[in-house]
Each structure stands twice: as structure tokens, then as C-alpha cells.
């Protein structure tokens, strides 16, 4: 069993950056692939990025250059650094853990990052 807290969150205008952290409880997180989604209002979850045990990186294609995800193993930390902050960048923003047969096994509860212009 994993269990994801995200923190970070918050309220930044355009232009501005924030770091999301997930910490991790349980044995598994250093074997898992981690992801970070995230659902703006009336659309649907989709992927920011992802990150394998060993640090292989993927990004969706709306998020190349201004994401950057990364993972700290011994502290069981899953991070997301996003800078440029876009206003459509809105959402609330789910770590995601140990990706299995192509879907992801635990999830966070979320944090709300709000861009204003």
C-alpha cells in the first residue's frame, strides 16, 4: 500500500512559478513509476509527467520545457517544478503512484494551483 499527500498548492498570478511535492508512505515507492496529473475545471484528468525508479522522465505535450518532475527516493518525494505559470495552467494537480498494467494504483487527494492574470 502507497499513500500520496500532495502539497504546494496555492494561488500565483501569471508568469510565476510553484513546486507541487507528494510525500509517500510504504516500502514501494522506490520501485514505482510516479506521475503527476491534473483535471482543470470541466475537463478531464490528463498527464503532466511521469517518472520512472530510475529517473527516466516523460511529459505530456503541452508541458515540455516549463515542467520538471523529479524524485527524491530516500525521502519517498515525488516533485513537480512549474515555472511560467500560464492562466490556463488552473487545476487541481494529483500525484499519482506505481504504475501497473498502464494504469497508476494509488492517488492523492489534490492541490489547487490557481494562475491569474
Known amino acids: 500500500q502507497v499513500q500520496l499527500v500532495e502539497s504546494g498548492g496555492g494561488s500565483v498570478q501569471a508568469g510565476g512559478s510553484l513546486k507541487l511535492s507528494c510525500a509517500a508512505s510504504g516500502s514501494r515507492f522506490s520501485f514505482c513509476t510516479m506521475g503527476w496529473y491534473r483535471q482543470a475545471p470541466g475537463k478531464e484528468r490528463e498527464l503532466v509527467s511521469r517518472i520512472s525508479h530510475d529517473g527516466t522522465t516523460s511529459y505530456g505535450d503541452s508541458e515540455q520545457g516549463r515542467f520538471t518532475i523529479s524524485r527524491d527516493n530516500a525521502k519517498k518525494m515525488l516533485y513537480l517544478q512549474i515555472n511560467s505559470l500560464k492562466v490556463e495552467d488552473t487545476a487541481v494537480y494529483y500525484c499519482?503512484?506505481?504504475?501497473?498494467?498502464?494504469?497508476?494504483?494509488?492517488w492523492g487527494q489534490g492541490t489547487q494551483v490557481t494562475v491569474s492574470s
Open positions: 499519482a503512484g506505481c504504475l501497473a498494467g498502464g494504469v497508476f494504483q494509488y
